[in-house]
């Protein structure tokens, strides 16, 4: 029997029941509604497997499970009419080579989806091979834990870091206002996804530093000042870097919601190992 999550709560359950209602009284939506029965197709003995899906973008409710085999799961969050989740599931390949799997979906009417395979992690080269389903390349001994630090933004950062680095070397006042700018679009970049992190106040804290850089610059030039201040930005950075939330290697899933239907909308899917 598998075991479902509703609301943070881990139940001993695998039955789902679907459901999608119209958004407007009277509206014909698309739904499915039925019964997720026992476990999803498996290949014995296979290397591949996968964690509990995980939710990535705020939700009403979210309800996810995996199976005892951890070859299938099942995700579903409550919907609005024309909205959009994004969630993750974590792939593994407890074997020494680097492996090909392959990831079948059951999607209800009124849900459409798209696959892809998350910054820096052990998932690879993401692509169709038919109605619902995708292949990829896992690498070996990939695991379904977690990896040191959340992948897209520790690149992110330190693409800032480096640009903050060269940004202390230059001399002309043009490139240094060009390289601010830039800078300050990066860290405009970094805003919705620290501030999922609980991670704002230092995001804030590095735009407070960068106005009193650019302060400092305008009046004095190549003041020492200003390059304490970029050293002060670097320091925040290093911060940030160090409180980034564990990130999980696998691949996201993105749902988008058609505009005619709200309720629960639930996906399952199964993985394969299959030859290269």
């Known amino acids: 029997m598998g075991k479902i999550r509703i609301c943070g709560r881990r139940l001993r359950t695998w039955p789902l029941v679907l459901l999608l209602v119209a958004a407007a009284a009277g509206a014909v939506a698309p739904s499915l509604s039925g019964v997720v029965q026992g476990e999803l197709p498996l290949a014995i003995g296979q290397a591949i497997s996968v964690g509990e899906p995980i939710i990535r973008t705020p939700v009403d409710s979210w309800f996810s499970s995996v199976s005892d085999d951890n070859t299938g799961f099942s995700a579903a969050a409550q919907v609005n009419t024309g909205d959009y989740y994004i969630f993750t599931v974590p792939i593994g390949n407890n074997s020494k080579n680097d492996l090909v799997a392959e990831l079948t979906l059951q999607v209800p009417t009124g849900l459409s989806v798209a696959v892809q395979e998350k910054p820096g992690s052990y998932v690879r080269n ?15 001994q990939a695991t379904l834990g977690t ?18 680095n060269v940004l202390k070397g230059l001399t002309i006042q043009e490139d240094f206002d060009l390289m601010m700018v830039d800078i300050k679009t990066g860290l405009w970049a970094l805003g919705a996804q620290l501030d999922w992190f609980g991670l704002t106040d230092l995001l804030m804290m590095a735009e407070e530093v960068m106005v009193q850089a650019l302060e400092l610059e305008a009046m004095t030039p190549g003041a020492p000042e200003t390059l304490d201040k970029i050293d002060d930005m670097l320091l925040i950075l290093a911060t940030m870097k160090a409180e980034l939330p564990p990130g999980i290697s696998g691949i996201d899933i993105l749902v ?17 190992q299959v030859a290269k």
């Open 126 to 140: 993401v692509t169709s091979a038919g109605p619902l389903t995708w292949r990829f390349h896992v690498k070996a």
């Open 147 to 164: 990896e040191a630090v959340h992948p897209a933004l520790l690149v992110a950062i330190e693409t800032l870091e480096e640009k903050l």
């Open 256 to 272: 988008k919601v058609a505009d005619n239907v709200v309720g629960y909308g639930s996906i399952t899917g199964y993985i394969k």
